[in-house]
């Protein structure tokens, strides 16, 4: 079966560092990554996402991704957080080819605290 | 309406009480997944439609949970004798066209059951 680990549970920063959160999946077939932001008291958002094409994708608020198929891994990274990017990130992967019907398989969350 | 809307956001329930969570899709959008999310875990797929087309319910973990979309826009999720163990957070999805889209979620119900 499809799983996803995310490696940190808890991460705290200071502003201005930089961030790397890490994310594997075990799927050796075709897959679609993601990666969403939970904000305190906000709904899943998508920060960014590959499908195919260059392995390193540029998000919203500044945070890229790079996939490296060698590793089955899709790590997110920021060059220099900031208080407002506090929050829960999500990675999820969906296997085209794989039997399911596009669902996500999501790992289970690393909690991003950033002190001012 | 702009984005994917759930009702209720909180519901409290008795143990072996019928419940139901609705989820309003944005207009036009094919394809609506259901997840639900423990506490200190990522969301876990429950169900999938494709219009009014249940295609997968692999998710579902028990015959006490049930959804529907009958109409292939609002989605009801109902949980029949709820157990202390159903206490969880329930998001909904929807995307626009086919499954691997790009799936935009609801804010999800809070269910506690006592």
């Known amino acids: 079966a499809q799983s996803v680990s995310q490696h940190n549970h808890h991460v705290i920063l200071s502003e201005a560092a930089s961030l790397e959160l890490g994310c594997n999946y075990s799927?050796?077939?075709?897959?679609?990554l993601f990666w969403y932001v939970q904000y305190p008291g906000q709904h899943l958002q998508l920060l960014l996402k590959?499908?195919?094409?260059?392995?390193l994708v540029k998000g919203i608020k500044g945070f890229e991704a790079e996939f490296i198929k060698s590793k089955f891994s899709f790590n997110l990274r920021k060059p220099s957080v900031q208080w407002s990017d506090t929050a829960e990130y999500f990675c999820?992967?969906?296997?085209?080819?794989?039997?399911?019907?596009?669902?996500?398989?999501f790992g289970k969350g690393t909690k991003l605290s950033v002190k001012p | 309406g702009a984005g994917v809307s759930q009702s209720p956001r909180y519901k409290v329930a008795k143990r072996g009480q019928d419940v139901a969570l609705r989820c309003d899709p944005i207009?036009?959008?094919?394809?609506l997944f259901w997840y639900q999310q423990a506490l200190g875990q990522g969301p876990e797929f429950l169900t999938y439609?494709?219009?009014?087309?249940?295609?997968?319910k692999s998710g579902l973990p028990s015959d006490r949970f049930f959804a529907e979309r009958p109409e292939g826009s609002v989605s009801t999720l109902k949980i029949q004798r709820t157990q202390q163990e159903d206490s969880a957070v329930y998001l909904c999805?929807?995307?626009?066209?086919?499954?691997?889209?790009?799936?935009?979620f609801g804010p999800g119900t809070r269910l506690t059951v006592l």
């Open positions: 999820a992967v969906n296997a085209p080819y794989g039997g399911s019907q596009g669902n996500l398989i």
């Open positions: 590959y499908f195919s094409g260059d392995p």
């Open positions: 799927y050796g077939g075709t897959v679609n």
């Open positions: 439609f494709q219009n009014e087309a249940q295609l997968d």
């Open positions: 207009s036009g959008h094919v394809s």
């Open positions: 999805a929807s995307s626009f066209g086919p499954q691997y889209n790009e799936q935009f």
